[in-house]
């Protein structure tokens, strides 16, 4: 290992650096960049530490589905800090190592919440307790990760003209399928468990699944082309420059996206009935395009 990238990993602590438009000692920025996290673990997660669907779930989902809800919570966490870094600055920026450390923040304020609300106590078996906080620190990891990016000074580009890690890797129309899928995510991540989705169901007919269909869509296009959030360089670049094409194929982004979560929460299966499986994933879809929309304005 060379000594340049020896210090790009560990530098001392009592390093004076410049980040976000000051100068201080390293150890405040990395306990000020922490604590950030933490609180956006919080702050975005919080609803969901309060759902008795989300204690429920933790214990009746498979073992071996919660180490794949894990591993995907992982790369979209890597997904998140690729747009800007969970640092503020690019060079400071390990993506991968970042992302433990987010979903690490996500943990700590996962188990905090859960005892201090008696959702756990010492005599709570392991399995139990593991099943828990494996299922928890998806969102809190989502929170911390995000939090850190938007809440504080960006030091990935967009802002100055220069692209973000996952544009110089994957290109305009894939940060745009990524952006979507990412801020999907997060939506469906406070629907999916509830059971709020599986009461619609009942009432829902095919007329109600199309206008939400409808609705959905056109939402999504407003969000992005219309109603201008704020002020932002529109890129015309790659096959998805055309905006009612990007907005489509975004949506069925946003629908797979609810497909996924669903089969991933046991609520959808290969038994499940094709006619109930299409509204379910359109209803959860709703919530996954505006996520998906605000994903793709935010990241």
């Known amino acids: 290992m060379s000594a340049t990238t020896y210090h790009k990993w560990r530098s001392p602590l009592g390093r004076r650096v410049e980040v976000e438009e000051r100068e201080d000692k390293l150890y405040r920025h ?10 956006g673990a919080l702050f975005v997660a919080l609803p969901l530490l309060y759902t008795q669907e989300m204690w429920e779930r933790a214990r009746n989902i498979d073992e071996a589905v919660l180490i794949a809800i894990m591993v995907g919570a992982y790369v979209i966490t890597v997904g998140y800090i690729s747009y800007s870094g969970f640092k503020t600055g690019r060079t400071r920026t390990q993506i991968f190592w970042d992302a433990a450390t987010a979903m690490g923040l996500g943990l700590v304020a996962s188990i905090v919440t859960l005892y201090i609300t008696a959702r756990v106590t010492l005599d709570t078996p392991l399995a139990v307790l593991v099943c828990l906080l494996a299922l928890m620190v998806v969102p809190t990891g989502f929170g911390a990760a995000l939090a850190i990016n938007q809440l504080g000074k960006r030091g990935g580009g967009g802002e100055d003209g220069e692209d973000s ?11 745009k399928l990524l952006a979507t899928a990412l801020g999907g995510t997060l939506f469906a991540f406070n629907i999916v468990p509830t059971i709020e989705p599986k009461v619609m169901l009942a009432d829902i007919g095919p007329k109600h699944a199309l206008a939400i269909l409808v609705f959905s869509v056109m939402v999504s296009y407003g969000i992005n082309y219309t109603a201008q959030f704020h002020k ?14 990007s907005t489509l194929v975004c949506y069925l ?18 038994d499940t009935p094709l006619r109930m499986a299409i509204v379910w994933v359109i209803i959860v879809g709703y919530a996954t395009t505006l996520g998906g929309a605000a994903g793709r304005l935010v990241l």
């Open 165 to 175: 890690v996952a544009v110089e890797l994957l290109g305009k129309d894939w940060e």
């Open 30 to 39: 990395e306990v000020r960049e922490l604590l950030r996290g933490f609180c």
């Open 253 to 270: 982004v946003s629908l797979l996206t609810s497909a996924a979560w669903l089969w991933a929460f046991g609520y959808l299966g290969l």
């Open 232 to 245: 932002r360089r529109e890129n015309h670049q790659g096959v998805l420059s055309s905006k009612w094409l």
